[in-house]
């Protein structure tokens, strides 16, 4: 890929890191995301919507739905302190699985999350305190980036939802000129796709990995993170899924949906967490504050 066209795909990552600093000047937390695998799902909107609160964000007349598991490294918080500007979290380092669509909120684009399982303890009990993320603990395994083919992990659920769990390969670098578009089967052109390397613009593949919003709902309360690294450096991987029983847990549309894609992406050392902001009205007011 050119540097014309890496400085191109990366148009979405600078506007983001721009509009971050002038909204937020500073983020509430900082970590590294490594050894990323993502999944995509394509179905009917009409079969997902109920299961997600906010407009869906269409592509070809389909939503989306990605699996996103990764390694959270180094997570510190801000203080606001001069002296002591960081402190780390390293309790709360390990792996992080996503269940999260694409949606559109007063203009702007995101991603939902819809669930969340975590190794890390501390994590799960102040990522729904501070964030309002649908976090919970779950038991996991997962390869690193050093494995190409052959790479494979399970996530399984803790507590009542024990018997849920979820399990994927990497059987093979992705052709690109054989990829699915969307749910209609249609083929994208190799042309369009970034096999390796930078997301191309207007691609499917940004469309599913430049997301610098995330959104979430906990009771009543919406509320809007903002997020902000580097453009994803990924390449295209076919992934075997079977024993979907975790899906179950965030509603029916797994039954609709079939996979379109899937990305191994490369390491992000630096990754922003901005500070969370209630965007549905009046329960702003009686059910969030900052630190819960």
């Known amino acids: 890929m050119t540097m014309l066209a890496q400085t191109e795909a990366g148009t979405l990552s600078q506007a983001a890191k721009r509009q971050f600093l002038a909204s937020e000047g500073e983020a509430l937390a900082r970590c590294a995301l490594r050894d990323a695998l993502l999944i995509h799902y394509a179905l009917p909107p009409q079969v ?15 939503a989306f739905v990605s699996l996103v598991v990764s390694r959270m490294d180094g997570l510190r918080v801000h203080t606001g302190h001069r002296l002591v500007p960081w402190v780390p979290v390293s309790p709360v380092n390990g792996l992080l699985f996503n269940v ?8 702007e684009s995101g991603v939902f ?34 494995e190409v ?9 803790t507590g009542i939802d024990a018997s849920a769990r979820l399990s ?7 052709d690109a000129s054989n990829i699915a578009d969307s749910a209609t089967g249609h083929i994208a052109n190799a042309d ?7 997301a191309a613009v207007d691609s499917l ?31 295209r991987v076919e992934v075997q899924v079977c024993d979907e029983g975790l899906l179950g847990l965030t509603g029916t549309w797994a039954l609709a949906a079939r996979q379109v894609a899937a990305h191994r992406a490369a390491d992000l050392e630096e990754v922003w967490i901005g500070r969370p902001t209630c965007v549905n009205g009046e329960a702003c007011g009686t059910h969030w504050s900052p630190r819960g």
């Open 168 to 174: 994927y390969q990497v059987i093979d670098i992705a």
């Open 205 to 235: 593949d940004e469309f599913l990995l430049e997301r610098y919003v995330g959104f979430t709902q906990q009771k009543s309360v919406q509320r809007r993170l903002a997020i902000w690294h580097e453009p994803w450096l990924m390449r």
């Open 149 to 157: 083919a052959g790479m494979a992990g399970q996530i399984t659920a």
């Open 48 to 62: 997902l919507q109920p299961h997600v609160p906010f407009e869906l964000d269409v592509r070809d007349q389909s």
């Open 100 to 107: 999260r669509t694409y949606v559109r909120h007063r203009g």
């Open 113 to 146: 999350f819809m669930r969340q399982w975590v190794t890390g303890a501390v994590l799960a009990a102040i990522g729904p305190r501070w964030f309002g993320l649908p976090l919970a603990r779950g038991r996991m395994q997962h390869g690193s980036n050093r």
């Open 192 to 198: 369009d796709v970034a096999a390796h390397g930078f």
